[in-house]
């Protein structure tokens, strides 16, 4: 049999080779068939008594962890002598050692909206980790986990503190050393300051594509390197001030403006966020996510699905435990248990159920419960048998119910009415801009406008999800639901009653036409149809090489940095329309040249349910 059962689990695909060990898709023997990760540790961590004590110190305290920002711990233990692992949530998605190494190879950079995503979203994930008394104390790019919709999460940090111990002078942990401040990586425990330490470092990483201290060995100046980052390193972009700042208070902690507190340095991050300087979404990470990985996405949906649906009977066949012993009165606990005997038993997280003394006492709440329900029923029984009766009741309820959702459908219209003001007051802003920038005579005024058309587009884009988000919780009209006859109706009750109370709750509760909520049939995705790139099922590709002129003025100045180009591609696979999203400011006329340049290319139409559709496609230009 081709899987491995370890730890009661059958062993999947490797997800990715970390400093912390392998990584592992698994599934449980038995219980619910839900994909998991197994974690096995280096073999030199259970070889070290005090590293094995410190990573089970640490699986103890995550343990007691519940976050939605993290993949949660569900197991840890040793198996056999050589072996120690721990269980996890699985996401779907990537780690972000992968994403790098990935982006290095292909030579695509992060875009700084990008950058700010992500080192907010691991503060965040470790500000609300460090509310239950965790801290990562030090956290390496192998640690997050970034799924194909754009969520981050954190992995257990079971390493945590490796440093006091003997495998400090192992090569084999550099790299989870140097993203440890240079006063813990030295053998001290880590602190709260670590882990923002490893933000400052992940951050460097993301916009200069090389980590903040390249050998974890020997000595390192943070403030030297620091600088170097600002000039702009191997043909990355010089550090903007602001995310300068950042850095030098994360990174250099011995200065006077070190950030002293986690919850700072996620307010400067949100401030860069909410000024509009850097407009951040997950969209953002999920088309960069698509981009990098095109259709893995889908091919791992399957092979996740397929491995669910494994036969788990085999596994638990092998695993089953020796012939019981003979029968005792009382059989000590160890002889009974199928346990090998190289494994301890895993840390698991305590049952939440009752203990089983109580099993009596349920019993007889439950039969208590049960006579008092009978009680209550005879009573009501009784009560609607004396009660006048009638039709009344029911219509009553039913024309509230029509009242409450026509004032609801009256609030919805008003609002869209209110938002779709909003929007063609957004989109002729935004077509105003565009002529003061086709009409800028001088650079000053070209940047200007330049940046007020971008600031009028993100607002555009964001009433635009506002909007769909409105258009989703539009009020939909109750189901009617037949009439049922209450337990003290009277056994022969008069032939009008229940035709009559039927035929008033159906007529008040059925809309009048014109509201009636339309649920519109599926409808087929029909050839020269607009798909988004992430929906698509075949991606367009390039079929020709971009041939860029760079401008004079942007040769005379030595321009350089990062072009994005968004084209629309139609059902043929020919660019229609072409814009710069970002790039450069002055551009010295090279946003024009990206257009024309990108206008020239051509691409395989995408595809969607078999049928050429059109799509957009972003894309990015590097001048060096």
């Known amino acids: ?264 340095l996620k307010a400067d991050l949100d401030q860069l966020i909410t000024s509009g300087e850097y407009s951040p979404t997950t969209f953002n990470i999920a088309f960069l996510m698509h981009s990098l990985y095109r259709g893995e996405d889908e091919a791992e949906d399957s092979a996740d699905k397929a491995f669910a649906a494994l036969d788990r009977a085999p596994f638990r066949r092998e695993e089953a435990a020796p012939p019981p012993p003979p029968a005792s009165p009382a059989p000590p606990a160890p002889a009974a248990s199928p346990e090998p005997r190289d494994r301890t038993p895993p840390f698991t997280l305590p049952s939440e159920e009752p203990p089983e003394s109580g099993a009596a006492s349920r019993k007889n709440l439950l039969i208590g419960a049960g006579i008092a329900a009978g009680v209550v029923l005879v009573a009501l029984g009784l009560f609607f048998a004396l009660r006048p009766k ?65 600031e009028a587009q993100n607002r555009l884009k964001a009433q635009q999800e506002e909007q769909r988000r409105l258009a989703a919780e539009k009020p939909k009209a109750p189901e009617p639901t037949p009439t049922v006859p209450a337990p003290s109706e009277p056994v022969q009750p008069p032939e009008s009653t229940p035709s009559t109370a039927e035929a008033a709750l159906g007529a008040a509760l059925e809309p009048p036409p014109e509201a009636a909520p339309a649920s519109p049939p599926a409808v087929k995705v029909q050839a020269g149809d607009f798909v988004e790139l992430w929906a698509v099922d075949i991606k367009p590709k390039q079929t020709n090489q971009l041939q860029l002129d760079v401008t004079s003025p942007a040769r005379q100045n030595r321009l350089t940095g990062t072009f994005y180009v968004e084209v629309s591609v139609n059902e043929a696979g020919t660019v229609t329309e072409a814009r710069v999203v970002r790039g450069p400011v002055p551009d010295y006329g090279m946003n024009d040249a990206c257009r024309r340049a990108a206008m020239k290319l051509r691409y395989s139409p995408a595809l969607k349910d078999g049928v050429p559709v059109k799509t957009k496609v972003t894309f990015p230009i590097v001048m060096k």
């Open 1 to 264: 049999m081709d899987a491995e059962l370890f730890a009661n689990h059958i062993l999947g695909e490797p997800v990715s080779a970390t400093v912390a060990g392998a990584v592992l898709k698994a599934l449980p023997a038995e219980g619910t068939p839900e994909v998991r990760l197994v974690h096995r540790l280096p073999a030199a961590v259970a070889e070290t008594p005090e590293a094995e004590r410190v990573v089970l110190k640490n699986a103890r305290d995550w343990g007691k962890v519940r976050d939605l920002r993290a993949l949660n711990l569900l197991e840890a233990g040793r198996e056999g002598k050589t072996s120690l692992y721990a269980v996890t949530e699985y996401h779907q998605g990537r780690l972000l050692s992968d994403i790098l190494d990935r982006l290095r190879h292909e030579g695509l950079p992060l875009a700084p909206d990008q950058a700010v995503y992500l080192a907010e979203r691991t503060t965040g994930a470790l500000l609300s980790l460090a509310e239950q008394g965790i801290t990562a104390g030090g956290l390496s790019p192998d640690r997050v986990s970034v799924s194909f919709e754009g969520e981050v999460k954190l992995l257990p940090t079971l390493l945590k503190d490796l440093q006091t111990t003997p495998l400090l002078k192992d090569p084999a942990f550099d790299a989870y050393w140097r993203y440890l401040p240079p006063a813990q990586a030295g053998g001290k425990s880590a602190k709260a300051a670590a882990d923002i330490y490893s933000v400052g470092a992940l951050l460097f990483e993301f916009l200069c594509r090389e980590p903040f201290r390249p050998e974890p060995a020997g000595p390192f100046d943070p403030a030297s390197r620091l600088e170097e980052g600002r000039r702009g390193l191997d043909g990355a972009d010089p550090l903007p001030e602001n995310l300068f700042r950042i850095l030098k208070r994360s990174l250099l902690q011995d200065g006077p403006e070190a950030y002293g507190d986690l919850k700072v």
């Open 390 to 454: 009638g039709p009344s009741e029911e219509q009553i309820r039913a024309q509230q119910q029509m009242a409450d959702l026509e004032k609801e459908r009256a609030q919805f219209k008003a609002q869209q009415e209110e938002m779709a003001a909003k929007l063609k007051a957004l989109e002729d802003e935004k077509a105003a801009l565009q002529q003061q920038v086709t009409k800028a005579t001088t650079a000053d005024e070209k940047i200007r406008a330049q940046k007020a058309l971008e």
